[in-house]
């Protein structure tokens, strides 16, 4: 994973063939994302997938949504001229996402925010 300090995310999917290896192909996906998006980004992609959904469904439950970008708080559970806790940044989305819910240093950090045990990414 690249880290750079812009605003924006890139990436690249792409289909290499590795010679002399039976002239296989693969899948190489490579991304780039602010250095702020890097604890959400290192829970997505050093968890597994049923790792993955798991956490994004305990978030929505407790009125967050969790993706590779970041933790947000749910635009319904704000609710109109709800008080935003320091650090929150505001954020539109078609999916009703409002609000960062804070910004995260490191991926114990968005463990401790949902109040559940952290998890070395070896064991997702």
């Known amino acids: 994973m690249l ?63 969790l993706n590779n970008y970041g933790l947000y708080k749910r635009a319904e559970v704000m609710g109109d001229g709800a008080a935003l806790p320091i650090g929150v940044k505001y954020l539109s989305s078609e999916e009703g996402l409002v609000h960062r819910a804070r910004e995260c240093k490191d991926e114990e950090d968005v463990y401790r925010l949902l109040n559940i045990a952290f998890v070395e990414p070896k064991n997702r």
Do not use: E
Request: charge should be positive.
């Open 3 to 65: 880290v750079y300090p812009t605003s924006q995310s890139a990436g690249i999917m792409a289909l290499i063939k590795i010679p002399g290896i039976n002239d296989f192909w693969r899948r190489l996906d490579m991304w780039c994302q602010p250095r702020c998006q890097k604890p959400y980004a290192l829970m997505t992609y050093t968890g597994s997938a049923h790792h993955n959904r798991s956490l994004r469904l305990y978030a929505k439950l407790r009125g967050y949504a």
